[in-house]
């Protein structure tokens, strides 16, 4: 199986900082990596898709980049709304796997 | 819009065999270029793949969970099912059903999840 590995698993930021999360593939996945955002007692949310394909509805703030094995989410701006936990998923080999998550916390 | 809710027992005993469905509105389970999965996620960790079910019925299953996992459908019902056997405390966890594109394997949406407790 693919191993993925988010850095770091905690972070502290404000709004209005500039975060990146970075997650990392134990062999290349081209782009088929998406990032999900999952809040408290909710289900993950898709925001990115294919790397750096923002789902519909998903504000402009968050951006992905990266293929291979590195990929990044940023959050140019961040907003009360976006203290969350993230993670990332590879979708190149059965089976998907997820990253470990990453805390976003103010 | 696809809603996917997923229901079944909160609670179930070791050794027992834990049921859960998932409903899906707004859209069939047969139609579209997708799949249906569950994932599930023990208490404060992150994510597990579960299985997948197919529109055309196929299931693929995690290595780690195949000998005791299955997946069916009732296609006139617009459900899916994930039954898991012999189940312990480790299988206590949130299962969550979701929507798989077919080609590129990303979930979405998902269904809000339902926290299923094995202990006696």
């Known amino acids: 199986d693919i191993q993925m590995t988010q850095s770091p698993s905690s972070v502290s930021a404000s709004v209005g900082d500039r975060v990146t999360i970075t997650c990392r593939a134990s062999?290349?996945?081209?782009?088929?990596l998406a990032w999900y955002q999952q809040k408290p007692g909710k289900a993950p949310k898709l925001l990115i898709y294919?790397?750096?394909s923002l789902q519909s509805g998903v504000p402009s703030r968050f951006s992905g980049s990266g293929s291979g094995t590195d990929f990044t989410l940023t959050i140019s701006s961040l907003q009360p709304e976006d203290f969350a936990t993230y993670y990332c998923?590879?979708?190149?080999?059965?089976?998907?796997?997820f990253g470990q998550g990453t805390k976003l916390e103010i | 819009q696809v809603q996917l809710q997923e229901s079944g027992p909160g609670l179930v005993q070791p050794s027992q065999t834990l049921s859960l469905t998932c409903t899906v509105s707004?859209?069939?389970?047969?139609?579209?270029?997708?799949?249906w999965t569950w994932i599930r996620q023990h208490p404060g960790k992150g994510l597990e793949w579960i299985g997948y079910?197919?529109?055309?019925?196929?299931?693929y299953y995690n290595s780690s969970l195949k000998s005791r996992v299955s997946i069916s459908r009732d296609t006139s019902n617009n459900q899916f099912s994930l039954k898991l056997r012999s189940v312990t405390a480790a299988d206590t966890a949130v299962y969550y059903c979701?929507?798989?594109?077919?080609?590129?394997?990303?979930?979405?949406?998902w269904g809000q999840g339902t926290l299923v407790s094995v202990s006696s």
């Open positions: 979701a929507r798989v594109f077919k080609t590129t394997n990303w979930f979405d949406p």
């Open positions: 707004g859209g069939s389970i047969n139609s579209g270029p997708y799949h």
């Open positions: 079910i197919y529109n055309s019925g196929s299931t």
């Open positions: 062999q290349g996945i081209s782009s088929w």
């Open positions: 294919a790397a750096s």
């Open positions: 998923q590879q979708a190149n080999s059965f089976p998907p796997t």
